[in-house]
């Protein structure tokens, strides 16, 4: 079992930028595939960022250049570093952690992009 607790949403406003972080605890850490993912009101949850084991990183094209996500295996912790951001950023934002057959997620948090 793999818990997730993401922190770091907020209110921000358009042009700024937030860190989201993702504190692991359960399971192996460095086993897992980790990346974030977000849904904003009604539409589907899609990929934002995902690092896998061996670093490798696989983005969405609506945030490449913009998000970056970096992972610290010491503290068992992923990153997303969020710039530039825009009205359409607006969503949850989830925390994943997959080594299948198993795939975890975290609660999400709010980020929502307004002047």
């Known amino acids: 079992q793999v818990q997730l607790v993401e922190s770091g949403g907020g209110l921000v406003q358009p042009g700024g930028s937030l860190k989201l972080s993702c504190a692991a605890s359960?399971?192996?850490?460095?086993?897992?595939?980790m990346g974030w993912y977000r849904q904003a009101l009604g539409k589907q949850r899609e990929l934002v960022a995902r690092?896998?084991?061996?670093?490798?990183?696989d983005s969405g094209d609506s945030v490449k250049g913009r998000f970056t996500i970096s992972r610290d295996n010491a503290k068992n912790t992923v990153y997303l570093q969020i710039n530039s951001l825009k009205p359409e950023d607006t969503a949850v934002y989830y925390c994943?952690?997959?080594?299948?057959?198993?795939?975890?997620w975290g609660q999400g948090t709010q980020v929502t992009v307004s002047s």
């Open positions: 994943n952690a997959r080594n299948y057959p198993y795939d975890y």
């Open positions: 359960g399971r192996i850490f460095s086993d897992y595939a």
């Open positions: 690092i896998i084991r061996g670093g490798s990183i």
